[in-house]
């Protein structure tokens, strides 16, 4: 049976730490970065979507600035994003009379409840990089589901570090077969309450009074505890996580 590329990445994920699918998304992303870098700064089209968008979205904008060795495309990328605000100040600029000036300034300038010029200046598209993980994503998670039945990906899925909270609850939302959503949930819940054993016997050894043996695997215990119920870090940062909150509004923490 011939398996889809997206198949073969989950399973070979399985076989490392933290969420397979936050794990996937992190590469996904560092690879689209670096290809927009290397290969596409001084495409017109690329540099057009900087104007379009005022740069991409801050998490992805820091990313590139962070991205080594690539100052200089960045500087390519952003001035196109600067060329276009600007552009826009001197279209409206260029619409005023100096006579009529005070009259501008608390129109577009200042006016009360007056956005014309502040609407004019967001972005016109969505940041390209967020568009294309969450197009990602919802791909892992769809093949995810589409295999769970399959005794090959279940047997690879055992020994893994198993999904995050919010991974696991975008999987649940697309089964619709009790019998698979039960034996994913049973998996599920014995990964953590093995995490959550490692996290109290790190709270042990972590006393000052504590004697006996040293920091095994649980000495990380506590990190993987904040990546598993909140995904990998910066994971899902660009991505809009579905809530039922939303609906019904968050509870009251006392």
């Known amino acids: 049976m011939a398996y889809s590329k997206t198949y073969v990445d989950l399973v070979e994920r399985f076989g490392r730490r933290g969420c397979p699918i936050c794990g996937l998304l992190l590469h996904d992303e560092n690879r689209f970065l670096d ?48 060329d ?57 998670l769809d093949t995810f589901t589409e295999y769970w039945s399959d005794s090959a990906f279940q047997s690879a899925y055992q020994p893994s570090h198993g999904l995050c909270l919010p991974h696991f609850r975008d999987v649940l939302r697309r089964m619709s077969a009790p019998k698979e959503r039960a034996q994913l949930v049973e998996i599920q819940r014995a990964k953590w309450e093995k995490l959550k054993g490692e996290l109290e016997l ?8 504590y004697v006996g043996d040293p920091f095994g695997a649980e000495a990380d215990s506590w990190r993987r505890a904040v990546a598993s119920m909140t995904g990998g870090e910066h994971a899902l940062t660009h991505l809009t996580r579905p809530s039922s909150s939303k ?8």
Do not use: M
């Open 247 to 254: 609906q019904r509004g968050y509870r009251q923490v006392k």
């Open 202 to 209: 790190f709270q042990l050894k972590s006393a000052l009074n």
């Open 35 to 82: 290809s927009l870098l290397y290969e596409f700064v001084n495409d017109g089209g690329s540099q057009q979507t900087f104007r379009c968008g005022r740069g991409y979205c801050n998490h992805h904008s820091w990313l590139l600035a962070h991205q080594y060795g690539y100052s200089l495309g960045v500087s390519i990328l952003f001035e196109a994003a600067l």
């Open 84 to 140: 276009g605000v600007l552009d826009i100040l001197e279209s409206e600029n260029s619409t005023l009379q100096f006579s009529r000036l005070e009259t501008a300034v608390s129109g577009w300038f200042g006016g009360k409840n007056d956005t014309r010029l502040a609407d004019k200046l967001e972005p016109e598209i969505a940041c390209p990089a967020c568009v294309s993980l969450c197009k990602s994503e919802a791909q892992y």
